[in-house]
């Protein structure tokens, strides 16, 4: 076993096949054991669930090799807790919380020579989902699933520097009030690209979505949650049930309080508070801060600043990310050791 020999720095955010993938199935009411394989196809009936009917969830996180060359990742618990809450809303059968967490350590420690070496920017992505695969033709659920885990090595997500974003409230919806808004499902990413694409034809990065229900309140972009900085240093983040849960953004209004001792809040935003604050950042497992520069609501400009992060979306980012490579002391069960 060797590293392998990749340029790490310049690497992209795209599929790279790499050793070894988890399964397990669920037939007859139960899980298998699972196990680990190599072929990265999957063969699947004409009339799956999954083909059919979008019965499918996911999650994303990342391993890093640390300092010391420890390979870890983090907080793969909540991506468990967060899966089993979106398959219970999917009518799937939950993948046992702590099998997850075994089985992302044990493709991670499969897969040990596609770690990025610590220092490069890049991290190894983890992509558990999970499925309906049996045939249905009515609608109703599958009784035959599949839980998988594959990994990937994606590159630095700054390459070439920070760039603030251009960000446009949406005239689309992302999330129906009492719907699956608040769940990993591939269904949410699906209905989005529509948006996405017409986003980025009209020069915007991403839609920043308000509450379908009045429009007026801020939720999250397509893929990221949202933040602000107030003028007074407060980190607000909008509170709505129809956002999904980023386990980057709850650590970072962690750490915002327990490291930075900045005040928190998590409450109902309007988009008239948009232009009193100072800074905004999106969090996701991708970039853990992504900066925003600008939000453009239907004419109506709001800057923030184009040119570098905010800084105190700065120090977030550099406190969690120094957090997850070890570099400074993690609060109890944030990091995973794999190998
Ligand atoms: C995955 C996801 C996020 C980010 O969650 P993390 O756990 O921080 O990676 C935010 N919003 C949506 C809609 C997502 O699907």
Known sequence: MAQKQIDWSNLGFGYIKTDKRFVATY???????????????????????????AQTVFEGLKAYRTKDGEIVCFRPDLNAARMAESCRRMRMPVFPEDKFVEAVIETVKA????????????????????FGSDAVIGVKPATEYQFRIFVTPVGPYFKGGVRPLTLRISDYDRAAPNGTGHIKAGLNYAMSLYAI?????????ENLYPDSKTRSYVEETGGANVLFVTKDQKVVTPKSDTILPSITRRSLMTVASDYLGLATEERK????????????????????ISPVGRIVDHGKEI?????????????????????????????????CKIL
């Open 197 to 205: 694409v017409d986003a980025h034809e009209q020069g915007y990065d």
């Open 111 to 130: 897969n040990a020579d596609w770690v990025p070496p610590y220092g490069s920017g890049a991290s190894l992505y983890i992509r558990p989902y999970l």
């Open 303 to 335: 800057t923030y600043g184009m040119e570098k992060m905010g800084p105190v979306t700065e120090k977030l980012y550099n406190t969690l990310r120094s957090i997850q490579m070890c570099e400074i002391p993690a609060p109890e069960g944030w990091i």
């Open 27 to 53: 037939k007859d009411g139960q899980w298998s054991e699972g196990k680990l394989v190599e072929d990265e196809t999957i063969v699947l009936h004409e009339s799956a669930c999954v083909l059919q009917y």
């Open 269 to 288: 935003i309007p988009l008239t508070e948009l232009e009193e604050f100072a800074e905004c950042g999106l969090c996701g497992t991708a970039a853990v």
